[in-house]
């Protein structure tokens, strides 16, 4: 299965560094999935898998030096979406947030006591959210709402980046009405996608809004922006829009105000 998301991994106690990527793709019948490592050396090596019945696909895989842990997401329904926090060389496996829409996410970032995620769910309302222990148990709560699923996001100069995808509802099981349907689902709130920005200490705002097309999107393309990768010392941030009015197939590429 083909990665949704490479993930470059150093100085994580217990962890070779190098690139990472979890199996991802179709996957309704939730046969096992692994997680695959590259070394140095270019050779690529199966490190993990998920067992029948786990996860249907693997999103992303977040490294957090700090705590000596990888976060690894997974979607996409039921007991499979979810949240898991692997430590020592993937010898300890810990369920964090497991068989909620709220557990279904593909961007994230570590903070000093847990981690800093956007939920990625046509199925229920979108928000970034904190997730932390609490009297030793694991607890999310909402930081700011959004009006989409987030897929793609990134950091420059500090502050945080996500934005939020158009994309339809559950299928019905009619192939031709569900290829055809304009209709967004649930989770989704009106017809454009943002570009929301900020940090937990000074807060998150919506800085970009693009209108999505009317093309449908499961025939076509689910409408999002797409960030790339970025270094941490980046001082623009590149946007690829998808599925956008005016913008489909375009990039375009921002300062930070602070630098302009």
């Not at 999935?33 to 019945?53: C, E, K, M, N, P």
């Not at 979810?82 to 497991?98: A, K, N, S, T, Y």
């Not at 995808?165 to 989770?187: C, K, M, N, Q, S």
């Not at 807060?203 to 922006?225: M, N, Y």
């Amino acid at each position: 299965m083909r990665p949704l998301r490479l993930t470059r991994v150093a100085g994580v106690s217990g962890f070779a560094d190098g690139v990472y990527y979890g199996d991802y793709g179709s996957n309704p019948s939730r046969r096992p999935l692994d997680i695959h490592h590259r070394d140095s050396a270019g050779i690529w090596r199966r490190v993990y898998t998920f067992t029948q019945g786990v996860a249907e696909h693997i999103h992303a895989i977040v490294p957090d030096p700090r705590a000596g842990c990888l976060w690894v997401f997974a979607g996409d329904y039921g007991e499979a979406a979810g949240i898991w926090r692997m430590r020592d060389g993937f010898r300890q496996i810990e369920p964090v947030l497991q068989g909620t829409q709220l557990g279904r996410a593909c961007v994230g970032f570590p903070i000093e006591d847990g981690l800093l995620f956007a939920t990625d769910s046509h199925l229920e309302r979108n928000s970034i959210r904190l997730l932390r222990r609490i009297h030793g148990r694991w607890s999310t709560s909402e930081v700011r709402p959004m009006v989409g699923s987030c897929i793609y996001g990134g950091e420059i100069g500090g502050a945080r980046v996500f934005t939020t995808a158009f994309e339809p509802g559950a299928p019905t099981g009619h192939r031709i009405y569900d290829l055809l349907d304009l209709r967004p689902g649930p989770g989704i709130v009106g017809r454009h996608c943002e570009v929301v920005m900020g940090t937990l200490a000074c807060g998150f705002a919506t800085k970009l809004r693009w209108e999505v097309d009317w093309l449908p999107k499961r025939l076509f393309q689910f409408s999002s922006i797409i960030v790339p990768d970025l270094d941490a010392g980046a001082e623009v941030l590149p946007l690829y829009g998808a599925g956008l009015r005016g913008r489909d197939g375009t990039t375009e590429i921002y300062r930070l105000e602070s630098s302009a």
